[in-house]
T-cell receptor
């Protein structure tokens, strides 16, 4: 079966750095996405990786290792507004997105 | 530009009733999707449409139907609602299935079936 694993919840301090991991087992791979979802709102796109390596976008970076079935999202200089759920999704061989359950990130002052 | 709109925002429905959730996008995207999101689970695909006039089944299609008469609209119908269909429903769209095309989500419909 297809599976996306990410931690249920993480806590970090304002101004710090946090890394949210995602491991996947899917039928085929056509890219990995990270989305941010604030409570009660819709998911919004953060990043896309299809080749191995690090993609940097401001305070957010995303890393992919296809051989290990592994990705992480790195958030730097955490702000209170970063409190949200972070969703990892993999596009499989049918070009459908398979979604993880999300990681709820709690930022403390 | 509104992006994607969904209606209603929320609804309480008696079991056995028929309900249509509406979704409209103004981005001229080819592909559209319906997901449900339940606590502790990832988004699960109900139905999708690659282009106007075509639809396909996702991971959890039973009890739901869709139509895609034109590019902009993608309604989701529950023929006879059951309590297990209580969920938050998100409609999404993307320009195509491949490449770095991201899916853009509507604000969601919170549905409670009693």
């Amino acid at each position: 079966g297809q599976n996306i694993d990410q931690p249920t919840e993480m806590t970090a301090t304002e101004g710090a750095i946090v890394q949210i991991n995602c491991t996947y087992q899917t039928s085929g791979f056509n890219g990995l996405f990270w989305y941010q979802q604030h409570a009660g709102e819709a998911p919004t796109f953060l990043s896309y990786n299809v080749l191995d390596g690090l993609e940097e976008k401001g305070r957010f970076s995303s890393f992919l290792s296809r051989s290990k079935g592994y990705s992480y999202l790195l958030l730097k200089e955490l702000q209170m507004k970063d409190s949200a759920s972070y969703l990892c999704a993999v596009r499989d061989s049918n070009y459908q997105l398979i979604w993880g359950a999300g990681t709820k990130l709690i930022i403390k002052p | 530009i509104a992006g994607i709109t969904q209606a209603p925002t929320s609804q309480i429905l008696a079991a056995g009733r028929r309900m249509t959730l509406r979704c409209t996008q103004d981005m001229r995207h080819n592909a559209m999707y319906w997901y449900r999101q339940d606590l502790g689970l990832g988004l699960r695909l109900i139905h999708y449409s690659n282009t106007a006039g075509t639809t396909g089944k996702g991971e959890v299609p039973d009890g739901y139907s869709v139509s895609r008469a034109n590019t902009d609209d993608f309604p989701l119908t529950l023929a006879s609602a059951v309590p297990s269909q209580t969920s938050v429903y998100f409609c999404a769209s993307s320009d195509s299935l491949a490449g770095a095309d991201t899916q853009y989500f509507g604000p969601g419909t919170r549905l409670t079936v009693l």
